[in-house]
């Protein structure tokens, strides 16, 4: 469990012409963490960046480099990922015919494991997998395309996670991705996430340190009210 609050500024979102330059000055803003998301046209319809582009720029940060599959047999990507610099690789329950497997396979290559949730999907789906896991990512938009818009149903999944860590003395990090904002970043953090991943709204700003700083301001103020 992080224990504060993090932001993951999301690459999909930033300029792919200067994509090195753009991981250094959000590592310079303030960001705590990468998050790179990998999509197949398959499990999801869009395509975007491969191992290649992982081990690009893993020599301009320090920072983690959080990667998100969302790919069919994610399993077999796992070394080619690690391989290329990923500190942390999440996988979809939805992808995963043995989850409980493909997470010991992360482990093995030395990566932190996470499990991934999207909206449509049933929180109890990945309750025997968070035992197993140092994140859940739970996906506020529909994976595939970034830009939409927050689904604020799925803060219930958060709650649940949340009690199932505490209740179960589990120490995994809750992470939201998609269409997370100032203010709803601030609803998210109030109901157990600390991780949150944003990409135009951080990407699209013309001040990244001055939105990661509002951001995480306002995440801050709504894990406080939580703690009250």
Known sequence: MVGRIQIAPSILAAD?????????????????LIHVDVMDGH???????GPVVVEGIRPTTKLELDVHLM???????????????????????????D????????????????IVI???????????????????????????????????EVLAKTDALARWRSERG????????????????RNAAARGAETLVAGSAI???????ERIAAMRAAAESGLASRRQ
């Open 170 to 185: 589990l120490s995994y990090d809750i992470e939201i991705d998609g269409g997370i904002n100032v203010d709803n970043g």
């Open 43 to 49: 499990f999801v319809p869009n395509l975007s960046l």
């Open 71 to 97: 790919i069919e047999r994610p399993w077999d990507y796992l070394e080619a990922f690690a391989d290329a610099g990923a500190d942390s690789i999440t996988v979809h329950v939805e992808a995963c015919p």
């Open 118 to 152: 999207s909206p449509p999907t049933p929180v109890d789906e990945i309750e025997p997998f968070v035992g197993l896991v140092e994140r859940v990512l739970i996906m506020s938009v529909n994976p595939g395309f970034g830009g939409q818009s927050f689904l604020p």
């Open 203 to 209: 990407f699209h700003a013309s001040d990244y340190r």
């Open 16 to 32: 792919f012409g200067h994509l090195g330059a753009e991981v250094e000055a959000v590592e310079a803003a303030g960001a705590d």
């Open 99 to 114: 989850p409980a497997d493909t997470l010991e396979r992360i482990h093995g290559l030395g990566k932190r494991a996470g």
